[in-house]
């Protein structure tokens, strides 16, 4: 290794220590976080990306969760082709210029061309709509709500980023029909509230829920909200997930017309909904620290990890015992515990290790622990320690995991918070945004205003945009008036720069 000394080729084949610090380098400190933490790899095609069993396992207890959630609102799973017509696709006007830039072609089959190019799909409402214009003819074909769990594609973009922007995601899209608006507009919320639950309550991040402004909504669609994250080290907002209200646009489109009860002719109102493993990589920006990932308790994959600590003239097999017993009494509670007996590493290299990977509880037991029937549990998010009696080690563990799931939100929650400014001119507005905040302004509600927003902002940085209008509206005084135009504000609504 030219230039480089002995220390620096140990550091990098064990590939322990992160080389950035969050605070001073974030982006080449989460580039390093996901590498190093094992959750992904790099793939010879840009923007691509392997997800690694520690990721896969991740979106897995997600993936349990929201399943089951939605079997109960009937909600049934299918599988629709990747592949989509130029001519279905081009269908609907706004919905294809939306995604065109980034749409994937397949012009050859083998050496010979094709003759009609045909699409991946970017997201499935085009693929989907024909055939529910085919099994929809009556009021007694409705509902039809479906959801498939796949991978889309979205071509082009610069500086692909894992997780957060990548070719190639994994997704569940939810595409259901009704045959009233007030259905549709109740499941929108229904839904958006389990994407709430799924970064508040697993991800342990903080999120608004609110409405997208007419120029962020889904193309093509009615409305959409959406749940919106925040990363107070680059100051950018991150769109969490979103629930569309299509209303009958695609219906007239499809041609998905039904007969109510009264034998008249009606269209259907429908809904798409969607969240990716982009949740994982806010989980990874929000909570990772300079010694690597720091997982929330409820989506680990190994929530505690027993490593042995044995000396020299120690009893060696009473410690490994006394860790495979720890894992065994923890398994069967329930909790997610291995053992890393590997006798080729030591215990600080294995310290290391599981506390880049994240793991929230490890549990250290050497000689003297042996002796007084303890161990000692070491917490990832605030490195506190304690030694804890192995008589009632598995009520204390699932407390302390409680514990770290409510305190990880809980430190969020604050950090966001302490980002959030509220601002009522132009001239606060500028300066907030400068400060790397997340703003809450008084708007008119007007495209030609969030246009001009977008282009008086515009700089390295990027421009910021509005991120939502929070469902929970602060009050808004008679005579309030827009921060960017000086009109009579509507509403209060969020802006920043975002991802």
């Known amino acids: 290794m030219a230039g480089g000394g002995k220390k ?174 007030a259905e549709a507009d109740e499941e929108v919320l229904q839904i958006l509230e389990l994407y709430r639950c ?73 809904n798409s909904w969607a969240y990716s493993t982009r949740t994982i990589g806010v989980m990874v920006m929000v909570h990772g620290d300079d010694k690597g990932l720091v997982l929330p308790p409820k989506v680990a994959s190994v929530q505690v990890i027993v490593v042995p600590v044995p000396y020299k003239d120690a009893d060696t097999q009473g410690i490994f015992d006394a860790c495979a017993d720890s894992v065994d009494a923890l398994s069967k509670a329930g909790i997610r515990a291995e053992a890393d007996f590997r006798e080729n590493y030591s215990p600080g290299w294995k310290y290391s290790h599981w506390e880049m990977k994240g793991v929230p509880l490890r549990i250290e037991i050497g000689p003297k622990d042996l002796e007084k029937n303890q161990v000692r549990v070491a917490r990832r998010d605030n490195g506190a320690k304690v030694d804890i009696s192995r008589a009632n080690l598995v009520e204390q563990l699932k407390n302390m995991l409680d514990n770290v799931q409510q305190s990880l939100f809980n430190t969020a929650k604050q950090k966001r918070d302490a980002c959030i400014q509220v601002v009522k001119t132009w001239d606060e507005f500028r300066e907030a945004l400068s400060q790397k905040k997340m703003i809450l302004a008084p708007w008119c509600d007007e495209e030609d205003v969030e246009k001009d927003v977008k282009e008086r902002t515009k700089g390295e940085m990027g421009a910021a945009k509005s991120l939502c209008s929070p469902f929970d509206q602060p009050e808004l005084p008679e005579g309030t008036k827009c921060f960017a135009s000086g009109k009579p504000a509507k509403r209060w609504t969020y802006w920043g720069r975002s991802y």
Not at 239 to 260: D, P, R, V, W
């Open 8 to 181: 620096k080729e140990v550091k990098k084949e064990t590939g322990l220590g992160l080389s950035f610090k969050k605070e001073d380098n974030f982006g080449e400190w989460y580039s390093e976080v996901v590498v190093n933490g094992e959750m992904i790899d790099y793939y010879d095609i840009s923007g691509c990306y392997i997800l690694r069993p520690w990721t896969m396992s991740i979106w897995e207890i997600m993936q349990t969760f929201f399943d089951a959630e939605i079997k109960k609102m009937r909600i049934k799973n299918c599988y629709f082709p990747l592949f989509v017509s130029s001519s279905v696709l081009e269908k609907e006007k706004d919905h294809v210029e939306g995604f065109a830039p980034e749409v994937a072609w397949v012009t050859k089959s083998g050496k010979s061309d094709l003759e009609i190019p045909i699409a991946i799909r970017p997201t499935s409402e085009t693929v989907m709509y024909p055939y529910f214009s085919k099994w929809i003819r009556g009021h007694r074909d409705l509902p039809l709500k479906l959801n498939q769990w796949c991978n889309v594609v979205r071509w082009e973009f610069s500086n692909p980023t894992p997780f957060i922007r990548s070719r190639e995601f994994l997704w569940q899209e939810g595409h259901t029909a009704f045959a009233s608006k």
């Open 198 to 270: 799924i970064y508040e309550e697993f991800l342990a991040i903080p999120v608004i829920k609110g409405k997208k402004s007419e120029m962020e909504k889904f193309a093509g669609g009615l409305y959409t909200t959406s749940v919106e994250a925040f990363i107070p080290n680059t100051g950018r907002g991150i769109q969490g997930a979103t629930s569309h209200c299509l209303g009958q646009n695609f219906a007239k489109m499809f041609e998905i017309n039904f007969e109510n009860e009264k034998g008249e002719k009606g269209m259907v109102w429908q």
